[in-house]
Nanobody, 123 residues
C-alpha cells in the first residue's frame, strides 16, 4: 500500500504561483509513476501532469503546458507541482496519485490517491 498526503494548496490571486507537494509512504516510492489530477465543482476529474518513475519523462495537459512543472525527489519520497501564472479556471481540488512503474495520463490507471488539496485562484 502507498499512502499519499497533499499539501500546499490555498488562495492566490490570478497571475500568482503555488507549489503543491505530495508526500508518499508505505512502499518503494521510486518504483511508482506519479500524477496530478484536479476536479472543479460540477465538473469531471481531469488530468493535469504526470512523471515517470525515474523522473526522466513528464507529461502535461494542454491547458497547463508552459505554466506548471511536475518534479520528484525520490530521496524525500515527494512529488511536486509548481504552478505559475495561475488563472481562475485553475480553481479545483488537486489530487496526487500513484501507479506501479508505468506512467499514465488516465486516472483509472492509478491505484493510490491522496485526499486532495484545495486551490482557489481569484480574479
Amino acid at each position: 500500500q502507498v499512502q499519499l498526503v497533499e499539501s500546499g494548496g490555498g488562495l492566490v490571486q490570478a497571475g500568482g504561483s503555488l507549489r503543491l507537494s505530495c508526500a508518499a509512504s508505505g512502499r518503494t516510492f521510486s518504483s511508482y509513476a506519479m500524477g496530478w489530477f484536479r476536479q472543479a465543482p460540477g465538473k469531471d476529474r481531469e488530468f493535469v501532469a504526470a512523471i515517470s518513475w525515474g523522473g526522466s519523462n513528464t507529461y502535461y495537459a494542454d491547458s497547463v503546458k508552459g505554466r506548471f512543472i511536475i518534479s520528484r525527489d525520490n530521496a524525500k519520497n515527494t512529488v511536486y507541482l509548481q504552478m505559475n501564472s495561475l488563472k481562475p479556471e485553475d480553481t479545483a481540488v488537486y489530487y496526487c496519485a500513484a501507479r506501479y512503474e508505468y506512467v499514465s495520463t488516465v486516472g483509472s490507471g492509478y491505484a493510490y490517491w491522496g485526499q486532495g488539496t484545495q486551490v482557489t485562484v481569484s480574479s
